[in-house]
Nanobody, 118 residues
Framework: QVQLQESGPGLVQPSQTLSLTCTVS??????????WNWIRQPPGKGLEWMGA???????YYSPSLKSRTSISRDVSKNQFTLQLNSVTPGDTAVYFC??????????WGQGIQVTVSS
């Protein structure tokens, strides 16, 4: 059974860096058939795909967020991490990690609320 769990701070100050971690259990994040995604949902809006990291370590980013986003992984902990730089209140959202592919999200974390505010 594959499970995902997001972790990180719930409050980030404007202009700072948002950093979230997704811990995966039940499978290895290095399996080449998988891509592990970060998706967010701002209040009152739809889901927005932010980016992903593949089993080989390849990364993919939304063009609109690419300049501020970095996704990495810690294979030893079976985790992948999102960093979003220079955040503004517009980055306030529920952030999800999901898999197992770029287009099909069979597995979801429970989501973590992140508020950008001073």
């Amino acid at each position: 059974q594959v499970q995902l769990q997001e972790s990180g701070p719930g409050l980030v100050q404007p202009s700072q860096t948002l950093s979230l971690t997704c811990t995966v259990s039940g499978t290895s994040i290095t399996a080449t058939q998988y891509n592990w995604n970060w998706i967010r949902q701002p209040p009152g809006k739809g889901l927005e795909w932010m980016g992903a990291i593949g089993g080989s370590g390849s990364t993919y980013y939304s063009p609109s967020l690419k300049s501020r986003t970095s996704i990495s992984r810690d294979v030893s902990k079976n985790q992948f991490t999102l960093q979003l730089n220079s955040v503004t209140p517009g980055d306030t959202a529920v952030y999800f990690c999901a898999g197992p592919s770029l287009s099909e999200y069979e597995y979801w974390g429970q989501g973590i609320q992140v508020t950008v505010s001073s």
